[in-house]
Every structure is written in structure tokens, then in C-alpha cells.
């Protein structure tokens, strides 16, 4: 049967093809960037470079070189002038959900009164906002109508301008835990909203997992705990059964994807250190023990303070933004935020730059970058984990986070000294995304 329903769409292709029509090549691109930075940090965690030349070639590094290296050494060569801004990697965010930004009430009714076509145009331009705001690689963690997958492969081909998209997919939680779509509606919407990303008991997560996969995902996300944002007054501790998450962890490393997990309470995150997650989201309740699995698993923790200013900017805006439920929550995350964070960097724990973009705003994620730093982090370290610390949560170091010969070509620049002041990060000037300029060409 699949085999006649490709032999009907080639043929349908071969009778519309017209014929070929010439088409002019335009202008041919450079096939050598040099880029003279005032300041340079290729290598985040070392001291900068004064004065400083990146040879770029097909996309990626060539080589990196102290002095302005003279056009003249490559014939024809672009050369872009930035000796007067700081020059640094891509930024990475680790945790964003691209479909949107609409959250509370106002998200609710937009999931069941817009189609899927109207949420992947949203979700490129969230993505296209967040590749100007300098961010040239994110996680996606959860879009359940495979928006922001198609999103990433059309970003990949060029089609469309945005990050470098990481996807999980639908993010996989038990039944009534914080990615049960049904919470919140009546019965009558309740039936038709999907349940296929929901698991109770070993198999049923098992294959919850394998079906992620199928779908040809990156990483797979999972909650252990109850959501701030979940329509369910049932808190933020722990709604899954030690055999449950330990059956979706050990699923997904064996066809070898991280997991990303959800978890707000220090018994949900404890439970997912336990079974090997690679990464800890929001982790806003920790205690010693959950620090010294942290330690010994070497796992990274993603922050998410931003979350709060969503929160903040939508009850200023409307107090009714979010059903009661959902508001007590809000209330307590916020005046809890940052005392993990505060906790785990004199510890020694791997931190991973995170915003949850979608519940805070897209295009505005280097906001995380300042309460990192008002928390406990040097803005040094909180550059180091928006670069070389998230590339290697994603499994990406050879590729990116760093500017160093064949990694790609990611850059931004800024006016000011993000090692002295991280809010310059907010109004950043130039993105280049593998060798092609975006912004401040």
C-alpha cells in the first residue's frame, strides 16, 4: 500500500512539473568571513581576547586569530567590522516551548479555538524572535501537534529564520500529571484531546516513550512532579511511582536521548536522579540530599527563574489571568525563586542556562541572565551556561558553544562588557547563525 502511494505522488509530480526554467544565480557568497572583534570570548571560561580576528569558511570556524588579520590574506573575502562591540558565542537556552507564549485562561481558550496551522505560524515567529535576541540554539521541551518538530526541519533547510531547534516532542507525564492536556476543560473537550503522551504503569510508559521516538524526536521530556501551571490543585510533588520512572528513563536511554525532566518538588527530583535523568527543569525545591545526587550524578540543573516575569507581567496586566488553582502556585513559585540556584552554585552543581520561554516571554530570554546573577552566579558563569555548559546538556560540544576551528559559525555582539554587566546581553546587535548574518550585517 505504501509503495502505490509514492508511486502515485511521484507521478502526480512528473505530470504538474513544468518545464525548467533558467534562473539567475545572483551575487555568489564569500567564501571566507573575517571578523575583526574588539573583544572576543571564543572560549567561555577563559579570559577574552583583546583585539581579535575569526577566519570563517562554509559556515564554520577556520581559525581564530589575535590582531585584525588583513582582507588582503583572503582574496575576496568578506570582512565585518565589530572592533567596537564584544563578541561572544551563540547563546543556547536549554528549555523554551516555541507554539507560544500565551499562557493562563488566555492559553486555554487559544488551544481550543486556533488550528494547528495557526500555532506553527506563531511558533515561527517566536522562533524568529529568539534568533534575534541572539540565541542561536534551543531545546524545545513540549509541543504536543508536532509544530515545532516540523519547525526545526524547516529551520535546518533554511526555509524559514530561526534557531537551531533541539525537540522533544510531547512531553510524557502520568495520567492527571502536568502534561495531561484534558486538565481544566469539561468532559465534552476533555474526550478529545489526546492522551497518547500520558502513562500509568511500566509498559504504558514504555511505550509512551518508544512512540516519542517514532516521531523522531531529539529528547524526550518528562514530569515526575505537578506543574505551577497545571489546572489540578494536586501541588508540585511527586505524581509518579518509582517503577514508572524509572521504566520511562531507562526506555529512552536505550535508543540513546537525554531526558529532560520536570520537577518542582525535591522528592520528584530525587526520584528522577535517582534513574539517571540528564537533566533537572526548574528544580525549585531542593534539600542536601538532592544536591548530593546532583553531585554524583553529574546531572545538570535548568533554573527557569524568568518564569516569574511572565507571571508578574500577565496579573499586572490582568488579575484574572489564571484560574485560582493555578494562582496559589504562581504566588508561591514566585516568592521561592532563586533560593535553589543559591544553594547549588557554591555546591559545585552543573547549571545550564533555561528560561521556559513560552510561560515567560520569547525574544526576551536573556532576562534569565541577571536573575542568575542576582541569585549566586558571576556573569562569567552565567555565560559559560548559556554556551559550553548547555551545548554539552544538548550533546552538541563539537559543534557549538564555543567559537574554535570547525565548530559552526554562531556569533553575536554586544555593545558593553557581559563579563562585568550581563543585562548588555539584552540588546544584542549582530547574530550570525552558521556563517550567515541575521541581524547587524
Not at 533554573?303 to 511572565?310: H, Q
Request: charged share 20%.
Amino acid at each position: 500500500m505504501i509503495t502505490k502511494i509514492f508511486a502515485a505522488l511521484l507521478a502526480a509530480s512528473a505530470l504538474s512539473a513544468g518545464p525548467a526554467v533558467a534562473q539567475s544565480p545572483g551575487p555568489a557568497a564569500p567564501d571566507v568571513t573575517i571578523i575583526h572583534a574588539g573583544r572576543l570570548l571564543d572560549r567561555p571560561g577563559q579570559a577574552p581576547r583583546t583585539a581579535a580576528s575569526l577566519i570563517l569558511r562554509g559556515g564554520k570556524v577556520e581559525a581564530v586569530r589575535d590582531g585584525y588579520v588583513e582582507a588582503a590574506a583572503y582574496p575576496g573575502a568578506r570582512v565585518i567590522d565589530l572592533k567596537d562591540r564584544f563578541v561572544l558565542p551563540g547563546l543556547i537556552d536549554s528549555h523554551v516551548h516555541l507554539d507560544s507564549d500565551r499562557a493562563g485562561v488566555e492559553g486555554m481558550l487559544s488551544a481550543v479555538t486556533e488550528s494547528t496551522a495557526d500555532h506553527a505560524y506563531e511558533a515561527q515567529m517566536n522562533a524568529r524572535k529568539t534568533l534575534m535576541a541572539g540565541f542561536t540554539t534551543v531545546r524545545n521541551l513540549g509541543n504536543g501537534d508536532g509544530v515545532t518538530l516540523a519547525l526545526r526541519d524547516a529551520t535546518a533547510r533554511g526555509w524559514v529564520d530561526g534557531p537551531r531547534i533541539i525537540d522533544a516532542g510531547n512531553a510524557i507525564s502520568t495520567s492527571s500529571g502536568h502534561m495531561d492536556g484534558r486538565l481544566g476543560f469539561n468532559d465534552d473537550i476533555r474526550t478529545a484531546v489526546p492522551t497518547t503522551n500520558l502513562c500509568d504503569g511500566t509498559e504504558s510508559c514504555r511505550q509512551a516513550v518508544r512512540l516519542q521516538i517514532s516521531r523522531g524526536v531529539d529528547v524526550i521530556k518528562i514530569a515526575t512532579t505537578g506543574g505551577v501551571n497545571s489546572v489540578i490543585g494536586a501541588g508540585v510533588g511527586r505524581q509518579m511511582f518509582d517503577d514508572e520512572a524509572r521504566a520511562l528513563i531507562e526506555t529512552a536511554h536505550l535508543y540513546g536521548k537525554k531526558v529532560a525532566v520536570h520537577a518542582h518538588g525535591a522528592d520528584g527530583i530525587k526520584l528522577a536522579l535517582t534513574y539517571g535523568a540528564d537533566s533537572i527543569e526548574h528544580g525549585t525545591i531542593m534539600d542536601e540530599e538532592t544536591i548530593r545526587l546532583f553531585l554524583k550524578s553529574g546531572a545538570y540543573y535548568v533554573p527557569t527563574l524568568s518564569t516569574i516575569n511572565g507571571y508578574l507581567e500577565r496579573i499586572a496586566k490582568d488579575p484574572n489571568a489564571y484560574a485560582p488553582a493555578v494562582r496559589a502556585k504562581i504566588d508561591w513559585r514566585i516568592r521561592i525563586t532563586g533560593e535553589s540556584l543559591a544553594r547549588s552554585v557554591p555546591r559545585g552543581v552543573k547549571i545550564a542556562f533555561g528560561t521556559d520561554a513560552g510561560v515567560s516571554k520569547h525574544g526576551r530570554n536573556a532576562d534569565e541572565f541577571e536573575l542568575m546573577v542576582k541569585f549566586g552566579m558571576t556573569p562569567a558563569a552565567a555565560l559559560q551556561a548559556a554556551t559550553v555548559n548547555a551545548a554539552d546538556l544538548l550533546g552538541l560540544s563539537d559543534q557549538i558553544g564555543s567559537l574554535e576551528p570547525g565548530k559552526a559559525a554562531d556569533i553575536i555582539a554586544v555593545s558593553g562588557d557581559p563579563l562585568n554587566d550581563v543585562r548588555v546581553l539584552k540588546d544584542v546587535g549582530f547574530v550570525m547563525k552558521a556563517g550567515r548574518v541575521y541581524k547587524g550585517g
